[in-house]
């Protein structure tokens, strides 16, 4: 079992920077790749940035060059650095775990809420 606590949302005026947190539990954070969604109201949940085990980064387009991804294996823990937000980049931020030798995520996190808004 994997538990997996985002922390780091809140308020902040457009223009401003935000990085969230993500502690995982478990002794195999180091092998998993992991992610970063959002999710606003009344939209589906979208893949906001990955990172692999060997620390391949990928991101969404809306956020390529705003967003960074990076993750500290001895302390379990995944980031995401957002700079120059934006009113649109309002969700709640979930964090994931990718299952390992195959595509997709198994474990979520309970999510943070990111507001952008003057």
């Known amino acids: 079992q994997v538990q997996l606590v985002e922390s780091g949302g809140g308020l902040v005026q457009p223009g401003g920077s935000l990085r969230l947190s993500c502690a995982a539990s478990?002794?195999?954070?180091?092998?998993?790749?992991m992610g970063w969604y959002r999710q606003a109201p009344g939209k589906q949940r979208e893949l906001v940035a990955a990172?692999?085990?060997?620390?391949?980064?990928t991101y969404a387009d809306s956020v390529k060059g705003r967003f960074t991804i990076s993750r500290d294996n001895a302390k379990n823990t995944l980031y995401l650095q957002m700079n120059s937000l934006k009113p649109e980049d309002t969700a709640v931020y979930y964090c994931?775990?990718?299952?390992?030798?195959?595509?997709?995520?198994?474990?979520w996190g309970q999510g943070t809420q990111v507001t952008v808004s003057s």
């Open positions: 994931a775990k990718g299952i390992v030798g195959a595509i997709g995520y198994d474990y």
């Open positions: 478990g002794n195999t954070f180091r092998i998993n790749a």
């Open positions: 990172i692999t085990r060997d620390v391949r980064t």
